[in-house]
């Protein structure tokens, strides 16, 4: 299987601030990489498809680079809206594998 | 607008089965490939098991295999999982959730809410 291994496990940021949260990969899976953001108590959500592409409808604060082994996904200003725990994930090879996962809070 | 409502979760003695239910609306079911994934309390996310868009392939974690089994009925736009042996550690919300393609690839486009199963004596 391939390992996702997602960093920091949490952040704590101020409105307005620049957001990085990097995700590798144990091996090459090319931008077969997605990124979905989850809220408290909800359902995950495809933000970031393909490693840097936009999901229809998700603000353009979000944006996502990479290829091979190693993702970046960014939060251009956070919003309090963007509470939530963030999730990379492979797609590459069965099984589909998920970073451990990002929350970010507000400082 | 695509619809996905998971059903048949609830409290399940150790050893003892569940069915679990996704029903699917707003989009043409039997042409995606179809998932389930699964997040203990507290925990992540945690693929479970693919059917692909007309049922042909069925591909499971090794955690699953030998006592899940998913399946789908194109007819009435339903996607099920078997559930026999459940565990403690098979606690979780399990959601379902439709692919981008026909076979199921592992892109997880549409998520349902989730049902809780609990696994307790």
Not at chain 1, 62 to 82: M, N, R
Not at chain 2, 13 to 20: A, E, F, I, V, W
Not at chain 2, 31 to 54: N, T
Request: charged share 15%; with cysteine; hydrophobic share 30%.
């Amino acid at each position: 299987d391939i390992q996702m291994t997602q960093s920091p496990s949490s952040l704590s940021a101020s409105v307005g601030d620049r957001v990085t949260i990097t995700c590798q990969a144990s091996q090459d899976i090319s931008n077969y990489l997605n990124w979905y953001q989850q809220k408290p108590g909800k359902a995950p959500k495809l933000l970031i498809y393909d490693a840097s592409n936009l999901e229809a409808g998700v603000p353009s604060r979000f944006s996502g680079t990479g290829s091979g082994t190693d993702f970046t996904f960014t939060i251009s200003s956070l919003q309090p809206e963007d509470i939530a725990t963030y999730y990379c994930q492979q797609y590459d090879n069965l099984p589909p594998t998920f970073g451990g996962g990002t929350k970010v809070e507000i400082k | 607008q695509v619809q996905l409502v998971e059903s048949g979760g609830g409290v399940v003695q150790p050893g003892r089965s569940l069915r679990l239910s996704c029903a699917a609306s707003g989009f043409t079911f039997s042409s995606y490939g179809m998932h389930w994934v699964r997040q203990a309390p507290g925990k992540g996310l945690e693929w479970v098991a693919v059917i692909w868009f007309d049922g042909s392939n069925k591909y499971y974690a090794d955690f699953v295999t030998g006592r899940f089994t998913i399946s789908r009925d194109n007819s009435k736009n339903t996607l099920y999982l078997q559930m026999n042996s459940l565990r403690a550690e098979d606690a979780a919300v399990y959601y379902c959730a439709r692919d981008r393609d026909l076979r199921g690839s592992g892109y997880f486009q549409h998520w349902g809410q989730g049902t809780l199963v609990t696994v307790s004596s």
